[in-house]
């Protein structure tokens, strides 16, 4: 049955905004436009990524919008971002929702995108090379470790993008930008050893082969031997980590005309679903029953699986009146997640029984329940992608961008939900088939006009129809007859969408910008397809509306002397039929409904959230050295202000959190380059789920790496989680048990690149 599940299966801003500005402008007494302006030549380079936020070309300083964007070098500073969750550490306002999976994880942005387990749509517009690739029920609300390879630069846009980017972007947009080949023969490898027996190469080559055709390849192997999280019955660990990516990509350029081909294979093994199990004292267990935390008594497979193909085409041409860019995806994801739904096993409690830890009276019971109850959920999905869109030259202090999109989903979700056959009920098991079709199509258009050399007043205009089936049914593995009720779901909706943005920015000084923003966006609604037991006490709608936004923000972005760079904003949304993840209040042990709870994705009304941003960047010389440290931080709150759930505060959203980054270079001797990286984040307060319980747990995380570099040659000490801080990133409780899941422990190893 193991190896069978395997293979099926406050106030406008609480006044925090203004006083951020006034902090930020009073740094400015006593200076002139022309100090400003001569000092503009020698400004560090502190925030010069170029971004495409706007769907053109700029700098992030110059874009009126909280963002934050990581450029190649700043990338490899860190030693990469190989993971959504390392996002964290770079990025104030960000959460990832940690299911200890990655596969059913997600990313939120200023408390958007919190409906894990559901059908619900990220609330987080979620980009590859500017094209859309989110959607689908395993891995569809974050991005994989794969888009993380061999990167360019990565841009994390804060607050509604709903004017160009449209849909999903109501907390925001993260774009990740792959290396492109170049007319430079260039290229770097990368060998990795671990603990944990992690070991990996990882491999790029640029080569041109002509002024018009250059081609970049790049791979991946990574493989661990053990994990911190062992399954001794099955001699396995639930969260070993494997890696195969392999990309090729084929860059034409002929004058004004300018095409690349991007073909690419990922497959991974991730960290399955894991957890603790706490039996409190009750009649069964009158001193309650704790399991191990790491030598896990499971009987079932704990397992996370993941492969993607990207096939994409991108062309631009510039026209002289406009650049005319086309992007064409096709990508294909497979994701599977098998786990024990029973968390335990008939060996385990015979040990607990022979301790002496099972009540006498309940003995003969607890061995006759079916241990050997297992899950497994696999999905494919299909998603293709067409945006073209031009870009007109600015005439007169006017420009302007005219685009259309399509996006199309095909997504079929299976479900194996397994016990063990007996004479009584010889079923092994049911199975969920579920098929859903998304189609979404979209015209769009931005008008920029400068007023004066200073200011600048720009609007975005974007009209979205979404149209949507959905099947769904739960038949048994023995014979294929349907089984269990409200699991048979079939349903068609379609919506039309208008979403906007306005931005006023002004530039006093040369390197400072000034804006605010109005703007809307829209998270599309959707279908619960598992209905749950009728004995449940919640009931659970078939459909969900599209969740709506109005969004105001003000922001300053600047250098308040050479070497510091200040950006700050605040904001406030205003939601209508906010989404929410939510159960239906089953639990086994409940004598109610004694099955395992059904988790559904559900509008909760309307919901006031409002925040305040800030990052500083420093940079200076220390002991004739390059210093450079970024601290970003961010003070959230809000409420749902309608409805049965007035008063509550939206889950998965930190009350506080904190980013930290240091990088420091100094020359030791005869060219050997010394080097040190920290980074860190952190979140205190929120709650996890509608129900305001139970908390958010705090944790505050720190990353190192430390080495020496001379010419081509880099070698690197590195851990994560440099302090093994432990904390619970998902909680579940009843009056009879408790389940954790908790983050990883600390890592480390060597890297030995070497760069051409």
């Known amino acids: 049955m193991r190896h069978r599940l395997l293979k099926l299966a406050a106030g406008s801003f609480k006044l925090y905004g203004a006083s951020t500005l006034v902090l930020a402008l009073a740094a400015f007494p006593h200076v002139t436009q022309a100090q400003i302006n001569a000092e503009a030549?020698?400004?560090?380079?502190?925030?010069?990524?170029?971004?495409?936020?706007?769907?053109?070309?700029?700098?992030?300083?110059?874009v009126p919008t909280a963002g934050t964007a990581l450029g190649i070098e700043s990338i490899r500073e860190m030693g990469g971002v190989s993971t959504a969750q390392g996002l964290l550490t770079n990025a104030p306002g960000v959460n990832f929702a940690n299911t200890s999976n990655p596969v059913t994880s997600e990313i939120s942005i200023r408390g958007s995108g919190t409906s894990r387990a559901t059908n619900a749509s990220s609330g987080v517009g979620l980009y590859r090379n500017g094209a859309y690739i989110g959607g689908g029920s395993i891995g569809g609300r974050t991005l994989t470790n794969l888009d993380f390879f061999d990167v360019e630069r990565i841009e994390v846009l804060r607050g509604v993008q709903g004017g160009l980017n449209g849909r999903n972007a109501v907390g925001g947009a993260i774009n990740v930008?792959?290396?492109?080949?170049?007319?430079?023969?260039e290229g770097y490898a990368l060998g990795t050893l671990g603990n944990l027996g992690v070991r990996g190469i990882e491999l790029a080559v640029n080569v041109p082969i002509n002024d018009?055709?250059?081609?970049?390849?790049?791979?991946?192997?990574?493989?661990?031997?053990r994990g911190f999280y062992k399954l001794y019955l099955l001699d396995d660990y639930a969260d070993i980590q494997e890696k195969d990516f392999v990309r090729g990509q084929v860059r034409y350029t002929n004058g004004p005309f300018t095409a690349n081909l991007l073909l690419e294979h990922g497959r991974e093994r991730l960290p399955?679903?894991?957890?603790?199990?706490?039996?409190?004292?009750?009649?069964?267990?009158?001193?309650?029953?704790?399991q191990d935390r790491y030598n896990v008594p499971w009987n079932s497979y704990s397992r996370g699986k993941q492969q993607v193909n990207t096939y994409e085409f991108t062309a631009s041409y510039d026209a002289g009146f406009a650049d005319i860019t086309s992007t064409s995806l096709l990508r294909e994801r497979r994701g599977l997640n098998a786990y024990d739904r029973d968390a335990t096993s008939h060996e385990f409690l015979e040990t607990a029984i022979a301790a002496g830890k099972v009540a006498p009276?309940?003995?003969n019971a607890i061995r006759a329940t079916d241990y050997g109850l297992g899950g497994a959920s696999t999905d494919f999905a299909r998603i293709f992608y067409q945006d073209i869109h031009l870009t007109g030259a600015q005439v007169g202090g006017l420009g302007w961008l005219v685009g259309a999109e399509w996006y199309l989903l095909h997504d079929e979700p299976r479900s194996v939900v397994a016990r063990t056959p007996s004479a009584a009920n010889p079923s092994p098991g049911t199975l969920d088939i579920g098929s859903s079709r998304v189609s979404s199509t979209a015209a769009y258009g931005s008008l920029s006009y400068d007023i004066n050399p200073t200011l600048n007043l720009a609007g975005d205009l974007r009209i979205t129809h979404d149209e949507e089936e959905v099947q769904s049914q739960r038949v048994d593995l023995r014979t294929g007859a349907p089984a269990g009720v409200g699991f048979t779901v079939a349903g068609e909706r379609e919506q039309t969408n208008v979403s906007y943005t306005v931005t006023l920015g002004y530039k006093p000084f040369a390197n400072t910008l000034i804006y605010g923003k109005i703007g809307s966006a829209y998270r599309a609604g959707g279908f619960n397809t598992s209905l749950g037991d009728p004995r449940q006490p919640i009931p659970i709608p078939l459909t969900f509306d599209n969740e709506t936004v109005t969004a105001y923000e003000i922001g300053f972005k600047g250098n308040l002397t050479p070497d510091i760079y200040v950006a700050t904003a605040a904001y406030q949304n205003r939601f209508d039929n906010l989404v929410v993840q939510g159960t239906n209040g089953c639990a086994v042990g409940i004598a109610s409904c004694p099955v395992q709870a059904t988790s559904f994705a559900f509008n909760a009304g309307p919901a006031k959230l409002w925040g305040v941003e800030a990052e500083v960047t420093y940079r200076a010389e220390l002991f004739d050295g390059p210093l450079r440290v970024t601290l970003g931080g961010s003070r959230q709150g809000g409420e749902i202000t309608g409805g049965v759930f007035k008063g509550r505060r939206q889950p998965q959203q930190p009350d506080w959190t904190a980013t930290f980054n240091l990088n420091y270079r100094h020359e030791i001797h005869d060219g050997w380059m010394g080097f040190a990286n920290l980074k860190g984040s952190a979140r205190w307060g929120g709650v996890q789920e509608i129900e305001q319980m139970p908390l958010l747990d705090d944790y505050t995380m720190l990353d190192g790496r430390i080495g020496i570099e001379k010419g081509p040659y880099e070698l690197a000490l590195f851990s994560q989680n440099l302090g093994d801080e432990s904390y619970i990133v998902f909680r579940s409780n009843n009056i009879n048990n408790d389940?954790?899941?908790?983050?990883?422990?600390?890592t480390y190893g060597v890297q030995l690149r070497y760069t051409w």
């Open 739 to 746: 389940i954790r899941r908790f983050n990883m422990p600390r």
């Open 41 to 62: 030549l020698s400004v560090i380079d502190v925030d010069e990524v170029v971004v495409t936020a706007r769907k053109r070309s700029e700098r992030l300083r110059d």
């Open 212 to 225: 018009q055709w250059a081609v970049r390849i790049g791979g991946n192997i990574t493989r661990q031997e």
């Open 177 to 185: 930008v792959s290396a492109r080949p170049s007319d430079r023969p």
């Open 272 to 290: 399955g679903l894991i957890y603790q199990l706490v039996n409190f004292p009750n009649a069964n267990y009158p001193k309650g029953l704790v």
């Open 361 to 363: 009276g309940a003995v």
